[in-house]
């Protein structure tokens, strides 16, 4: 038979690989596979209890704010001050920083960035959602805790991962050592390793984009979405559009099959709609040690330097091959390529 290794089975045999570690980071991991177990019981029980619906608040990007962001928020924020490990939490959920004080977390090193429920507009119809979470080392432990900790690159993150509450829900995390998926199995409760080692194919024929904004993207933006659209055998076009509107679960999606996801700057919204620390920085580490690539159309998103807690940036971000496509557009550099499938044109 074969042996089931669960993720916190995992956890402890991988933590072998840093050699000065004290189990800190192993711990903090177990603490958000804990709360993420939470978030999927009530998220499974969505359409049973009366906890669909607005919760009656914005939040801070002037969003309505559904009751599950709320809990899940709670859960993330719990289960990380009362696992000891974490200095402080930037959420997509509160203005500012949150500091935990917890006793046991006296000593902590850690800083969580978190959108604790992804995809929320999503909820209500009973389509996949998501947790996406991003880990840093406090650059000074001993200094108040302060916003400025939180401003560092994304090519700081010591381990990512996200949560997909989905017609199974797993958690997939890395820690530079590889990218491993784990299924929940909800007859013991453990999520379970199911996707060991993943890699982002090189190519892939979906793209991701929310084409109702089409006629406020940039022009490099709507050619490549063109340029998808032309018929060519050797590149397996036209691609397949596919846009779920939850982050994670397009991303997911994309990891496993090959593909491109884009939310570009808009001309309403300039610096798109994801925010650079708790969505496109994890997602940008996740995928380029998955050998694919994050940018914002122009740069690498994990050499950004945030100046605030809940800044955006646009997004493209997928297989390498086609994110370099799409840069070529953003530079204008693909001129003399057919856009359409029309060979007069
Ligand atoms: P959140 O629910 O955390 O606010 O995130 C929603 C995000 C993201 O999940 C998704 O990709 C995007 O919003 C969809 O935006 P549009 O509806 O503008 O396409
Ligand atoms: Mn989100
Ligand atoms: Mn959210």
């Known amino acids: 038979m074969k042996r089931v290794i669960t993720l916190g089975q995992f956890i402890i045999e991988r933590q072998s690989d840093f050699p000065y ?65 974490t200095r402080g939490i930037a959420s997509e959920e509160n203005d500012e920083l949150v500091p935990i004080t917890t006793a046991v977390s006296k000593n902590a090193k850690y800083l969580v960035c978190v959108d604790p429920l992804d995809g929320s507009s999503n909820i209500d119809v009973n389509v996949s959602v998501g947790t996406v979470f991003s880990i840093y080392r406090s650059t000074d432990s001993s200094a108040p805790l302060s916003e400025a900790d939180f401003l560092q690159k994304g090519v700081d993150q010591v381990a990512a991962g996200y949560v997909i509450y989905g017609s199974s829900t797993m958690l997939v995390y890395t820690t530079r050592r590889g990218v491993n998926g784990f299924t929940l199995d909800p007859s013991i409760g453990e999520f379970c390793l199911s996707h060991p080692d993943m890699k982002c194919p090189e190519t892939g024929t979906m793209y991701s984009i929310n084409e109702g904004n089409y006629a406020r993207f940039p022009e490099g933006v709507k050619q490549y979405i063109k340029y998808c659209q032309v018929e060519d055998d050797a590149t397996d076009r036209p691609y397949t559009s596919r846009y779920i509107g939850s982050l994670v679960a397009d991303f997911h999606r994309n990891l496993l099959m090959g593909g491109i996801f884009i939310y570009p700057s808009t001309a309403k919204s300039p610096q798109g709609k994801l925010r650079l620390l708790y969505e496109c920085n994890p997602l940008a580490f996740l995928i380029e040690e998955a050998g694919g690539t994050a940018s914002d159309g122009h740069q690498r998103i994990l050499e950004l330097t945030p100046t605030s807690l809940h800044q955006r940036t646009p997004l493209f971000i997928g297989s390498a091959g086609m994110v370099a496509k799409a840069e070529e557009f953003m530079r204008g550099s693909h001129r003399g390529e057919p856009l359409t499938g029309d060979p007069a044109s």
Not at 32 to 61: F, P, S
């Open 21 to 85: 570690a004290k189990g800190e980071l192993s711990r903090l991991l177990r603490d958000i596979g804990i709360a993420a177990k939470l978030v999927n019981r009530e998220v499974n029980k969505a359409g049973l209890v009366d906890i669909l619906g607005e919760h009656g608040t914005t939040n801070i990007q002037g969003e309505r704010v559904k009751k599950l962001d709320i809990y899940a928020n709670e859960q993330f924020i719990a289960a990380l001050g009362s696992g000891g490990e």
